[in-house]
């Protein structure tokens, strides 16, 4: 059986240098997603994210277990990108879908080109709409989407109350789905 994430944070904290190896590729994927798709510069990205997990490494010590791992993790990169965006001034980021094209998918019935060019178009009209949502209702419907985060974790994450995290959820979700249905 698979030991928890909170688990394994405390091992590491203990020392267990094994345990982080484990969380890290447990959450390399979706943590640097959360963060490519909200500065989106690939070098950028890469850069904070790298920092996210030196956070986590310098915080290892005072880690208690108080809420899900993964909230801990997203609440780091949330205050890590606050932090990029004051320094450059909030500025708005782009997310232009054309800088990473969709994997190609596996061979079978969906390898139908129509199908493909079909799927590229639907990511295009969804990234277009996810950078035109607020930066708010986005990073609170990247959370839930790439983190696997609940209304309560994103609002402990990003430091707001509940009820408000809960409408930038819906609001986005609205925006979001408003915009694929009118294409």
Not at 60 to 76: D, G, K, S, V
Not at 103 to 121: F, I, M, S, T, V
Request: charged residues 35%.
């Amino acid at each position: 059986m698979e030991a928890p994430d909170e688990q394994l944070m405390l091992a590491y904290r203990d020392g267990d240098a094994g345990a982080f190896e484990e969380l890290y590729a447990r959450h390399k994927g979706a943590l640097f997603r959360f963060v490519l798709r909200s500065v989106r510069e690939r070098a950028l990205a890469e850069e904070l994210y790298q920092e996210v997990w030196i956070r986590v490494i310098e915080a290892r010590e005072r880690y208690e277990r108080q809420a899900r791992f993964t909230t801990w993790l997203y609440t780091i990169a949330h205050h890590r990108l606050i932090d990029h965006w004051r320094k450059a001034g909030l500025k708005t980021v782009s997310l232009n879908a054309d800088d990473d094209p969709p994997p190609e998918p596996a061979a079978g019935p969906a390898h139908d080109p129509l199908r493909q060019l079909e799927g590229r178009e639907q990511l295009g009209r969804l990234l277009r709409a996810l950078e035109a949502l607020p930066a708010a209702q986005r990073e609170a419907f990247l959370l839930r989407e790439e983190a696997g985060l609940s209304v309560a974790e994103i609002a402990a994450a990003t430091g707001a109350d509940e009820e408000a995290a809960k409408s930038r959820l819906r609001y986005a979700l609205k925006k979001l789905r408003e915009a694929l249905d009118d294409a």
